[in-house]
């Protein structure tokens, strides 16, 4: 099938005169509540908390018992066991069981070495408009004008009808053209779960399962190339210079039976197939939509070599080198309630996403207790812009200060959410953001609920567009209890004005995901609210819902596209300047925070932490700063020194 990642535009960004094929880092839905109870010790200079997690809880290594199966309760269904298939981040917590990456990040974002014994940058260089043009081919065009071709394209330029593809990017590297290079040193002795041995050819190849994924646009919007140099040195290469490199480069890494055997939709038991890594767990069984199995991985590569082959490792000796629990046992249970009752009545251990009133009672309870990290994530309002009259953007900006962001952070999420006052969290303020608290100061005024101002700009918008009112329209939500109280809250107040007819309709959380993604969303006229889990680099809470590159993927399902404020978010990611100055980098990011509060093609609601709800048996246990990884982090994770055991008394 040809392939049709995202629709050319007539845009022409500084970066190249060239489209590339996505413009996205790894970011995932949130289909589960999470809150913010403000506040945090140890500040960084630009304003974020050195560590997010919130009263961390301290393992003695003397006490810890190995053995037991951990109970996850999960709060939505796995979109797909393989993360090159997924947008999920409820199942990102079963992708960290089985799969690595040449690195891992703790909870306040610092990169380590992880597959990779080193993890170095190389080389970086500009890269001139129009150098890859000589390495291009000719390639069709779909019914809509769309280049296509069947191979990954890295690189449009519709001018000229032709494209990069994988097939001659190591051309281009050859003849040095490339933005960046980094280097990995594999740990030697890492193995697969069906026993292969890890080598560079492995990684260089594990681009390929990306290859039209459900993800690729996460990936081939900076990848290149990568080769192997020997069998544990790889070489791997980016289009441009660029500021999120360090931790958007490195792939999940596959074995070669996946690779090479299984198809284009992902390893997933649902398809008969086995998710395969080097992770410290090994997929057993799934039952449909109700569990899903995993155990020990006994051949684990750290448990072999020790935790001193991590150069950066410094712990206590007798430190585990891999989780000490020996099963786990992931529930699914979409419905907030009767996820509350598992836990309460002993079925499961742990969980997250509860919703909020229930917070106070298991942080007072004694068999229970409450684990809060400030989390990088967001709920937003996605408009249909393409679609009148939301296609002007006084009619945003006047919803936009219709919403009452005190309110539902206040009432809704009792206190375990702020207000979003800006489009960019806190936790990866440090590099987007020249001055955090000023950008906060300035722009309160245009996303604090003030009705006075919002009815001045709908009326001006009503008026000139003549449009009638009450202007019908209904806001899509998944079912968590939380975000669907939300919904309801943000619909009543827009329809207490004269100028809307505010609906609301939920949906099961993997279905609203193909929904929204839908190619034909767009034209139905409907409010999508849901929440981006994003990652430490602030271009992740731009470019997923902002780029047209990213429409059909992971956050752009209105197609919303801001082609002026992505040449700016352009320079402050892929540029030289960028990759070695961060207060660059930062004043070009306020320039786009600026720019989207003032065009509000999304609006955003509330920050939040990520919240675990969990039993006093399981010991130890910290919440990752993403609710994709609250699994496997709280299991194990060097790192922060991270690790959680079970007491069954």
Not at 4 to 16: F, G, I, K, L, W
Not at 379 to 395: A, G, K, M
Not at 621 to 636: A, E, Q, R
Request: a negative charge; aromatic letters at 10%; proline letters at 5%.
């Amino acid at each position: 099938m040809p392939y049709d990642a995202a629709a050319d535009t007539n845009t022409v960004t500084r970066r190249r005169v060239l489209k590339s094929a996505g413009a996205a880092t790894a970011v995932m839905l949130a289909g589960c509540s999470a809150g913010s109870d403000g506040g945090g010790d140890g500040e960084s200079e630009g304003g974020q908390s050195l560590d997010p997690v919130r009263e961390r809880a301290a393992v003695s290594v003397d006490e810890i018992q190995d053995g037991g199966t951990l109970r996850f309760g999960l709060g939505a269904g796995i979109d797909s066991f393989d993360p090159s298939y997924s947008t999920s981040a409820p199942a990102g917590n079963v992708h960290g069981l089985v799969y690595e990456s040449l690195i891992t990040q703790d909870a306040a974002g610092t990169v380590y070495p992880w597959l990779a014994k080193t993890w170095e940058r190389m080389d970086v260089q500009e890269v001139e408009d129009g150098a890859y043009e000589p390495y291009m081919v000719s390639a069709e065009t779909d019914d809509d004008g769309n280049l296509v071709a069947d191979d990954q394209i890295i690189i449009r330029n519709p001018e000229d009808g032709e494209v990069l593809t994988v097939n001659e990017a190591p051309d281009a590297v050859a003849d040095g053209t490339y933005g960046i290079q980094y280097r990995a040193e594999l740990h030697e002795g890492v193995t697969f779960h069906n026993g292969e041995e890890m080598t560079a050819e492995h990684v260089a190849r594990s681009y390929e399962v990306l290859e039209n994924s459900s993800i690729s646009a996460q990936t081939f919007d900076s990848f290149l190339y990568a080769e192997a140099v020997d069998d544990y040195t790889v070489d791997i290469y980016g289009q441009e210079p660029d500021a999120e490199a360090d931790s958007q480069l490195p792939p999940t890494v596959y074995p070669m039976e996946h690779i090479e055997e299984y198809p284009d939709r992902g390893a997933d038991p649902r398809n008969d197939l086995t998710p395969i890594g080097t992770g410290p767990f090994e997929f057993e069984s799934y039952e449909a939509e109700q569990r899903a199995q995993f155990s020990t991985f006994e051949d684990y590569w750290l448990d072999d070599l020790g935790l001193d082959a991590l150069e950066w490792w410094d712990g206590p000796d007798g430190f585990p080198t891999s989780p000490v629990v020996d099963d786990i046992t992931v529930s699914i249970v979409t419905d907030d309630a009767t996820r509350a009752a598992a836990l309460n009545n002993n079925e499961i251990d742990l969980t997250y996403g509860l919703t909020s009133d229930t917070y106070s009672e298991y942080r007072s309870a004694d068999d229970y207790r409450l684990s809060v990290t400030n989390a990088g994530a967001y709920n937003f309002l996605q408009y249909p812009v393409t679609q009148s009259p939301w296609d002007d953007e006084r009619i945003r900006r006047g919803v936009n200060q219709l919403i009452p962001r005190a309110q539902i952070a206040d009432n809704i999420y009792n206190g375990y959410r702020n207000p979003a006052y800006t489009p960019l969290p806190e936790l990866a303020a440090d590099e987007g953001s020249a001055d955090y608290d000023a950008l906060v100061e300035e722009l309160r005024p245009q996303t604090e609920q003030n009705t006075e101002g919002a009815t001045e700009l709908l009326q001006e918008a009503v008026d000139d567009l003549g449009v009638e009112t009450p202007i019908e329209a209904t806001i899509e939500t998944n079912t968590s209890d939380d975000r669907v109280r939300e919904a309801e809250l943000i619909a009543q107040v827009m329809s207490n004005t004269e100028f809307f007819d505010i609906s609301v309709e939920t949906f099961e959380f993997t279905t609203f995901v193909q929904r929204i993604l839908g190619p034909e969303y767009y034209q139905q006229g409907n409010i999508v609210l849901i929440g981006l889990s994003g990652t430490f680099n602030p271009g992740s809470f731009y470019d997923a819902v902002n780029s047209i590159d990213n429409f059909g993927q992971c956050c752009n399902f209105q197609r919303v596209d801001t082609p002026e404020l992505d040449e700016i978010a352009t320079e402050a990611r892929f540029s030289v300047e960028a990759v070695e100055d961060p207060g660059f980098r930062g004043e070009q990011y306020d320039r786009v925070w600026r720019g989207l509060i003032e065009q509000a093609p999304n609006s955003y609601t509330v920050f939040g932490t990520n919240v675990s709800s969990l039993s006093t048996d399981y010991v130890g246990h910290n919440t990752y700063t993403f609710s994709g990884g609250i699994l496997p982090y709280g299991l194990h994770d060097p790192t922060d020194q991270q690790v959680a055991y079970l007491d069954r008394e």
